[in-house]
């Protein structure tokens, strides 16, 4: 390593250092703060979370956790980043209203969805649900409706449920209740991970050897591929016991606590935050993509596929996406809104963060990079973010709350601390940093980074700011 280096890994380190003693009085660590309780585990069992494997989501417990701990008053919930909304469920069950961002139609989708069959299902609707379940009607016809398909998700099938699939679709094309349609499109959206030759894998899709990609050179194995039949009856079984929860509780609807509403804003929150009325809600409880370079647009190739989204709509909603992948360009803030004219003077003043996207430029620059788009990633990424928190600060009410999950992420050997850096601005933009509370068990390190500088713990953690 040479002085040079050594000295910039040296300023980086003494940088965090004095960030960290800085931020001391209120980083801890929280022994409430499980994996379990702040990754989608928690949601695995509960009904209507399970219906969806959505992994970068966090559970309704921390939702609730947050709500209670904090003695959120009543009012409006937001979530910028609402995924597969946890947070708007988890408050409007509490009775809180709730309004989430979101931008992939995956997300969209499994929040319309669940409005439809949580709150608004009809008994008639839910019979549609048990024929189908029963009759398989996709067995009795020879029509069938072409897919859809990517670059990515060709040859995703086997060929028998790939016909299955068209089949299926063909029959839903005949339901005259256009939300029932839906809701039955969105069981086999749940099962396309289980029927197909592909697992999700953070970055993208893997492919099983059977796929036949990649020839002999795959020896992937991600064990049994259940059949259309089996995995479809069995999530439209899933669904209706959670539809029918209340009744099995003897429950009608008049006895059901008074739940809040929820509205969904399609779209990037960069685009949608600068049109929100100042000082509307009561609490931000979200979690943005991380800095870490995983592509969900990819990584829900096959879902987008069966939602009709083609390559170039794919192109478009990564560029739209928050900068967290190698192949986002810089997005030019003042285009989207005049609102973002202040923050630049926020992000430049960012020290340890201006030294770690020069530490990265000059990697990139000695071919050490094993991908050039890093710096610019990363640099546009914590721009993008000041222009997310301080549009969180306008929309907020005063003395309002902000809560934030997210990880440290690390390149080059250089841990990049997301959580002290983005609390920095946070600072910067008005808000009171309360806490950053640590999970007890700390992240792991790629492969690639422990094979080439050894192993960092790395803190995860949860970001409490408060508006003054």
């Known amino acids: 390593m040479t002085l040079i280096l050594e000295n910039k890994i040296s300023l980086i380190k003494d940088l965090s250092k004095k960030l960290e003693l800085h931020f001391s009085e209120v980083l801890h660590v929280e022994s409430a703060l499980s994996r379990k309780i702040v990754?989608?585990?928690?949601?695995?069992?509960?009904?209507?979370?399970?219906?969806?494997?959505?992994?970068?989501?966090?559970?309704?417990?921390?939702?609730?956790?947050?709500?209670?701990?904090?003695?959120?008053?009543?009012?409006?919930?937001?979530?910028?980043?609402?995924?597969?909304?946890?947070?708007?469920?988890?408050?409007?069950?509490?009775?809180?209203?709730?309004?989430?961002?979101?931008l992939l139609p995956v997300g969209q989708e499994i929040i319309s969805n669940r409005i439809f069959a949580q709150f608004e299902i009809e008994d008639e609707d839910?019979?549609?649900?048990?024929?189908?379940?029963?009759?398989?009607?996709?067995?009795?016809?020879?029509?069938?409706?072409?897919?859809?398909?990517?670059?990515?998700?060709?040859?995703?099938?086997p060929r028998e449920t790939e016909l299955k699939i068209?089949?299926?679709?063909?029959?839903?094309?005949?339901?005259?209740?256009?939300?029932?349609?839906?809701?039955?499109?969105?069981?086999?959206?749940?099962?396309?991970?289980?029927?197909?030759?592909?697992?999700?894998?953070?970055q993208y899709l893997r492919w099983d050897c059977r796929s036949g990609r990649r020839n002999g050179e795959n020896t992937f194995n991600k064990g049994k591929i259940l059949s259309f039949d089996i995995a479809i009856r069995k999530k439209i079984d899933?669904?209706?016991?959670?539809?029918?929860?209340p009744?099995?509780?003897?429950?009608?609807?008049e006895d059901l606590p008074l739940t809040g509403n929820i509205r969904l804003h399609r779209g990037s929150c960069l685009d949608i935050l600068p049109k929100i009325n100042s000082k509307k809600f009561k609490a931000i409880i979200t979690s943005p993509?991380?800095?870490?370079?995983?592509?969900?647009?990819?990584?829900?190739?096959?879902?987008?596929?069966?939602?009709?989204?083609?390559?170039?709509?794919?192109v478009d909603l990564r560029q739209s996406m928050l900068s967290c992948t190698v192949e986002n360009k810089p997005k030019q803030l003042l285009d989207i809104s005049q609102g973002y004219s202040e923050i630049n003077n926020i992000f430049?003043?960012?020290?340890?963060?201006?030294?770690?996207?020069?530490?990265?430029?000059?990697?990139?620059?000695?071919k050490k990079l094993n991908n050039n788009g890093i710096p610019r990633m990363i640099k546009?990424?914590?721009?993008?973010?000041?222009?997310?928190?301080?549009?969180?600060?306008?929309?907020?009410?005063?003395?309002?709350?902000?809560?934030?999950?997210?990880?440290?992420?690390?390149?080059?050997g250089v841990c990049i601390p997301v959580d002290l850096v983005l609390s920095r601005i946070a600072e910067g933009v008005g808000f009171n940093v309360s806490s950053i509370l640590i999970l007890p068990q700390n992240k792991g390190n790629s492969s690639q980074q422990m094979g080439g500088f050894g192993r960092e713990a790395l803190r995860k953690c949860v970001y409490v700011w408060r508006k003054p």
């Open 166 to 202: 068209g089949r299926y679709l063909f029959e839903l094309d005949k339901i005259k209740n256009k939300k029932i349609s839906r809701l039955l499109l969105l069981a086999m959206m749940c099962v396309l991970e289980s029927i197909s030759f592909t697992r999700k894998d953070g």
């Open 126 to 157: 839910i019979d549609v649900l048990e024929r189908w379940k029963i009759e398989c009607p996709w067995n009795s016809n020879t029509g069938h409706r072409e897919i859809n398909h990517l670059r990515i998700t060709q040859g995703a099938y």
């Open 380 to 412: 546009g990424y914590f721009h993008e973010m000041t222009a997310v928190i301080s549009e969180c600060y306008r929309v907020i009410d005063n003395d309002g709350l902000m809560f934030m999950v997210n990880d440290n992420v690390r390149y080059a």
């Open 247 to 253: 009744y099995k509780q003897g429950l009608f609807q």
């Open 39 to 102: 990754s989608y585990q928690g949601n695995k069992t509960q009904p209507f979370y399970r219906w969806y494997k959505y992994k970068e989501a966090f559970s309704s417990s921390l939702v609730e956790y947050f709500l209670y701990k904090y003695k959120v008053p009543k009012g409006i919930i937001l979530d910028p980043f609402a995924g597969m909304g946890t947070t708007l469920f988890a408050s409007a069950i509490l009775g809180y209203d709730s309004e989430g961002i979101e």
């Open 348 to 366: 430049e003043n960012q020290k340890l963060l201006n030294a770690i996207v020069e530490f990265l430029e000059e990697q990139k620059e000695a």
């Open 289 to 314: 993509p991380y800095c870490n370079r995983y592509d969900y647009t990819r990584t829900y190739a096959l879902e987008h596929a069966l939602l009709n989204i083609s390559e170039q709509e794919l």
């Open 238 to 245: 899933q669904m209706i016991q959670d539809i029918r929860v």
